[in-house]
């Protein structure tokens, strides 16, 4: 939070969410997987917002590798993919904007629909900067076990820990945005740490200065952290040696690891992908 506003800076990976709509004429019964209640959300009011939720009958088909409870965006990822399928089913694409201010309907959500690395203002979507795209890095994701509900974490109020920690927030911020217009991994790794160090008074991660510690060794450029989730990330230039020997002795420093993912930082945005055969996309 800077200036009394929150926000989140994106950093998109190379897992993606991919959903299919089908539909026929009825009169507006979504279908959706038991587990994906906010994707069907996202269709309903998809549908109602391009005016035709009820004279239709839709299917939503979801498949994504991302974990869930973990703050990597599951569930925006869902609600954008859903959207945006949902749209093009209509013959009618719609805006990044408009995917945002659906997906905020639902519950805060990550900025991941728009292009590059973005500031985004994930509780009511009133603004959205896109700092440019990343630097080639990767990130090596580790997981140690636990879950947090997105909803129950942005209804306890934080402010008085993120005013506390604004001087700090602002040079992060500064960092990370010079990083990325400077194509600079090492600037955006040091000000995504200060920014995980900071987000230890509002969720605090017990191997967090172990991760940090261990990055510095390997030479990474720092760590990053879902903020409002489990998982805590080491930043590193995009090499394979360098990315192998992270998560091989992650394993063998780091108690309590349950799961080591390494990705590819990327830019945002939702790709769509039209298939017709008759009402079918």
Not at 62 to 67: I, M
Request: aromatic share 4%; glycine share 10%.
């Amino acid at each position: 939070m800077l200036d009394g506003v929150t926000f989140l800076l994106t950093c998109p990976i190379d897992l993606y969410a991919t959903a299919t709509v089908e539909w026929r004429e009825g009169d507006g019964k979504i279908s959706a997987p038991s587990a994906s209640s906010k994707a069907a959300l996202a269709l309903q009011y998809t549908l109602e917002f391009l005016g035709i939720g009820d004279r239709l009958d839709a299917k939503l088909y979801l498949k994504s590798p991302l974990p869930r409870g973990k703050g990597m965006a599951s569930s925006t990822a869902d609600v954008a993919a859903t959207v945006v399928a949902t749209a093009i089913a209509a013959g009618r694409p719609v805006s990044d904007d408009v995917i945002a201010e659906i997906a905020l309907r639902i519950e805060p959500s990550d900025g991941l629909m728009y292009s590059g690395i973005t500031r985004f203002d994930h509780r009511l979507g009133s603004y959205a900067q896109k700092l440019g795209d990343p630097p080639p890095m990767r990130v090596v994701i580790l997981d140690f076990g636990g879950t947090v509900d997105t909803l129950q974490f942005n209804n306890v109020d934080v402010s008085a820990s993120l005013i506390s920690s604004e001087e700090v927030l602002r040079e992060a911020v500064e960092l990370i945005s010079q990083g990325i217009q400077e194509s600079d991994v090492e600037k955006i790794g040091r000000g995504s740490t200060m920014s995980a160090r900071a987000n230890q008074a509002i969720l605090y991660k017990p191997q967090l200065e172990n991760a940090i510690a261990l990055a510095s060794e390997i030479g990474a450029a720092g760590v990053n952290v879902a903020h409002s989730g489990t998982v805590i990330g080491m930043l590193v230039e995009d090499d394979d040696m360098q990315v192998r020997r992270a998560a091989s002795l992650a394993w063998e420093r780091l108690a309590g690891l349950k799961s080591v993912r390494c990705q590819r930082v990327i830019g945002g945005g939702v790709t769509a992908i039209a298939k017709r055969e008759g009402l079918r996309i």
